[in-house]
């Protein structure tokens, strides 16, 4: 969401970004490798998951901008006003997000999670209706740039062991104190999320 919105203030794939140590009202957040490596393309900050680097490009865009492409994906879970919301501290379902995902990947928003029953033979299964949102990303401004960050980093990234034979899309995620772990990410027509986590949230 932080680099969607970013897309749509006029930032491209190959803009420039500080990833170095940034304190925001006593909170400083921690590249997980621990490594910051100065001025580097949002394509790397995105494919290396550098926390600097986006919580600074979260606060360049404004938060507020931040919230509202979550809100254009579908994301209805309650976004804190907090620098922290660029790394992805507000807790909402899998489900959820992976629609989200499900939006880019049709570049039409939103998608809404529907269940899906049994085909008979005069039914499609209802897949037509899964992206028929009535808005668009911007094919050149938005949809084809996002495309390549989640290229970045599914195939040269954090996620690269899920890269397959075709064009794989998607992006890692972990929560505070490595209690979660995400994948998401797009392959064809296929949208897949996938969490691992403990039942007692305690770290991985």
């Known amino acids: 969401f932080v680099y969607l919105a970013a897309l749509r203030a006029g930032w491209t794939p190959d803009s ?25 393309t949002l394509r790397e900050a995105f494919q290396r998951s550098s926390n600097a680097a986006t919580v600074r490009l979260s606060e360049a865009v404004g938060r507020n901008n931040v919230m509202r492409a979550a809100r254009d994906l579908g994301i209805s879970t309650p976004l804190p006003d907090k620098p922290s919301l660029a790394l992805g501290t507000a807790q909402m379902s899998l489900l959820e ?19 899906v029953r049994p085909r008979t033979k005069t039914e499609d299964n209802g897949f037509t209706t899964w992206f028929s949102g009535n808005r668009s990303l911007d094919r050149n401004r938005d949809w084809a740039p996002m495309l390549d960050l989640l290229y970045a980093s599914a195939n040269k990234g954090t996620g690269r062991r899920a890269a397959l034979w075709v064009p794989t899309f998607g992006k890692t995620g972990t929560s505070q104190d490595n209690r979660d772990a995400l994948f998401i990410g797009f392959a064809n027509d296929l949208v897949v999320g996938v969490w691992v986590g403990r039942d007692d949230n305690k770290s991985l």
Do not use: F, H, K, Q
């Open 97 to 115: 997000l992976t629609a989200a995902y499900a939006a880019v990947s049709g570049g039409r928003y939103p998608v809404p999670a529907i269940g």
């Open 16 to 40: 420039m970004i500080e990833d170095e140590p940034i304190t925001i009202n006593g909170w400083t957040p921690v590249n997980n490798d621990g490594v910051y490596r100065g001025r580097i």
